[in-house]
C-alpha cells in the first residue's frame, strides 16, 4: 500500500516536465494538492502512529526507499518547501538521504 502510493504521485511528478506548458499549471496545481491534503498527511499519521523510524517496523523497507525517492523528486522538480508542514516526514528524508547507499541514487533531475 505505502508503495504503491508513493507509486502514484512519482508518476504525476516524473512526467511533469515533459507536459506542453498549457498543462503544466494544472499538473502543478493537483500535484501539490495531492502531496499536501493526501499522500503527505498519510504518510505522516503512520509514522506518528506507531512511533517508530521507518514506515513498517523499525528498519528499513522498501517503501521508505520508494519514499524517500519521491520526496527528493518532489522538492526537485516541484516546490522545495512542500515537506514544511510534515515534519516526520522531514527526519525520515534527511536520515535516508545520508545513508551511504542511499545517497548516491540522487543526482539534479531538474538539468
Do not use: C, W
Not at 82 to 105: D, G, H, T
Amino acid at each position: 500500500m505505502y508503495v504503491e502510493g508513493a507509486a502514484d504521485l512519482e508518476m504525476m511528478v516524473l512526467y511533469y516536465p515533459y507536459l506542453p506548458p498549457g498543462e503544466k499549471d494544472a499538473s502543478l496545481a493537483t500535484i501539490k494538492d495531492k502531496a499536501r491534503n493526501r499522500y503527505f498527511p498519510a504518510y505522516e499519521k503512520v509514522l506518528k502512529s506507531h512511533g517508530q523510524d521507518y514506515l513498517v517496523g523499525n528498519r528499513l523497507s522498501r517503501a521508505d526507499v520508494s519514499l524517500v525517492e519521491l520526496l527528493h523528486h518532489v522538492e526537485e522538480l516541484v516546490d522545495p518547501s512542500i515537506m514544511a508542514n510534515f515534519p516526520l516526514l522531514k527526519v525520515l528524508y534527511f536520515k535516508l538521504s545520508e545513508r551511504q547507499p542511499i545517497s548516491y541514487l540522487y543526482y539534479d533531475i531538474s538539468t
